[in-house]
């Protein structure tokens, strides 16, 4: 497809796992985002995984690369209800920007 | 749907030159418009965050007497490169929210400082 592609809503419960996913466009994107959008406030670059790289760890949030399907995903472990926000992921298409249309996570307690 | 137009899409000045760049939402109010630059290939970066009829929220590490913001009216945000120089090349990106969390980009401003 065209577009970055995202799921738009995602409830879990508190303390759960949560996994957003991303179906990106361009194969030789080098960089994928992950934003993050509290209610009111602009994006939050959250985290990024370099193209070359199958998984990157930081803290609660790992991110998984799957090349050959342009799938990236982000799993947040132990989900708090702080947070609840939306989530974008993005890729460099050429030399821009391209977002998803962003993920919508409620963490109920 | 709703649009964010900016102006210039792109400008090309000397060093030590200021440039302004304008961000309109066209067709609602936004109280919060958003500031964003992006390196050639990298990510976007928050910068500051537009309030109406008060001071902009600058994020940490931006220079608020460099990047002027001005937000002097509901669909108007404007951003003032002062005194630019080469490293103030980038695309700037501005996006206004609709309600707290729906947010809307402008198409970016390409700036070239010589």
């Known amino acids: 497809g065209e577009d970055v592609e995202q799921s738009l809503f995602l409830s879990v419960r508190e303390g759960d796992s949560s996994v957003i996913n991303c179906t990106y466009t361009?194969?030789?994107?080098?960089?994928l985002y992950w934003y993050k959008q509290e209610p009111g406030a602009g994006l939050q670059l959250l985290t990024y995984?370099?193209?070359?790289?199958d998984m990157k760890q930081d803290q609660r949030l790992t991110v998984l690369l799957n090349k050959k399907d342009k799938h990236l995903s982000l799993r947040i472990a132990d989900t708090q209800t702080g947070d609840s926000a939306i989530y974008f992921c993005a890729e460099i298409f050429r030399n821009d920007m391209r977002f998803g249309a962003g993920t919508r996570l409620t963490v109920k307690p | 749907g709703a649009v964010v137009s900016q102006h210039p899409s792109r400008v090309i000045c000397k060093s030590g030159t200021s440039v302004k760049i304008e961000c309109r939402s066209l067709?609602?109010?936004?109280?919060?418009m958003f500031w964003y630059r992006q390196f050639p290939k990298q990510s976007l970066m928050l910068m500051a965050t537009?309030?109406?009829?008060?001071?902009?929220?600058?994020e940490q590490g931006v220079e608020k007497d460099k990047f002027l913001i001005n937000h002097a009216s509901l669909t108007l945000s404007t951003l003032t490169v002062t005194s630019a120089h080469p490293e103030d090349s980038s695309f700037y990106i501005c996006?206004?929210?609709?309600?707290?969390?729906?947010?809307?980009f402008g198409p970016g401003t390409r700036l070239l400082v010589l």
């Open positions: 995984i370099f193209s070359n790289m």
């Open positions: 067709d609602f109010q936004a109280t919060t």
């Open positions: 537009s309030n109406e009829g008060s001071k902009a929220t600058y």
């Open positions: 996006s206004a929210n609709m309600g707290a969390e729906t947010q809307y």
């Open positions: 361009d194969s030789s994107s080098t960089y």
